[in-house]
């Protein structure tokens, strides 16, 4: 009797190699935005009909990158409780949080206007840019950032800013960190002192990952 093909291994064959070509994408992309599917095919070790496999066309390649952006940045957004903390201890969170999946914001509002659509990606980044505002509405009441501005415009110069440190140490402008330079400058840009700013950043950076001296 003939036994049955083993298809787990194919099957992380595939896994590996969509993976790999996301990964790929959203760096290529941020670089280059009018990189095509050959291109990135070849970026990605993988033949073009391996990548057309996964993805069709470059509107299905682009979705699956706003889809996993979107996952990623909600996760990171549930592992805070904002609303407990004092505004600004709240933004700075918010700025480590996010921090990590920076390059995939940045990305999604450089493709936005062209190929996912505003109203897609406001639709992606709306849970964080109302958390934001919120913060920030709460921390105006509270007297603790300024009040010259709305949050929602508050909300958007910070966004902003951060595109653009992002962009900083992409070039390298700014050197890479945890985070903490861009949550001192948010804080900083919202009203907060520097003393006061620098004392907060301090108290909510994540700590370092343990180093494997394996």
């Known amino acids: ?106 990305m999604l509002l450089g493709l936005a206007r062209r190929d996912l659509g505003t109203e897609r990606v406001a639709e992606i980044l709306a849970p964080a840019r109302s958390a934001v505002a919120g913060v920030l509405e709460r921390g105006q009441r509270e007297g603790v950032f300024h009040t010259h501005l709305s949050p929602g415009a508050m909300s958007a110069a910070l966004e902003g800013l951060t595109i653009a440190l992002l962009e900083c140490v992409n070039t390298g402008e700014l050197a890479e960190d945890d985070g903490s330079a861009v949550a001192l400058a948010e804080l900083i840009a919202a009203g907060v002192p520097e003393p006061r700013a620098r004392a907060v950043v301090a108290e909510v950076r994540p700590p370092a990952p343990a180093e494997d001296n394996a």
């Open 1 to 106: 009797m003939t036994k049955p093909v083993a298809r787990e291994p194919q099957r992380r064959n595939a896994r590996s190699n969509r993976a790999r070509i996301l990964a790929t994408a959203r760096r290529e992309l941020g670089r280059d935005p009018d990189i095509t599917l050959e291109e990135l095919a070849r970026a990605s070790g993988v033949v073009r009909r391996t990548l057309f496999g996964h993805f069709p066309g470059r509107a299905a390649l682009l979705e699956a990158l706003a889809e996993e952006a979107q996952e990623a940045m909600q996760g990171a957004l549930h592992a805070q409780r904002l609303q407990d903390e004092q505004p600004e201890r709240a933004l700075a969170m918010f700025t480590f949080a996010l921090w990590p999946v920076g390059d995939r914001y940045r």
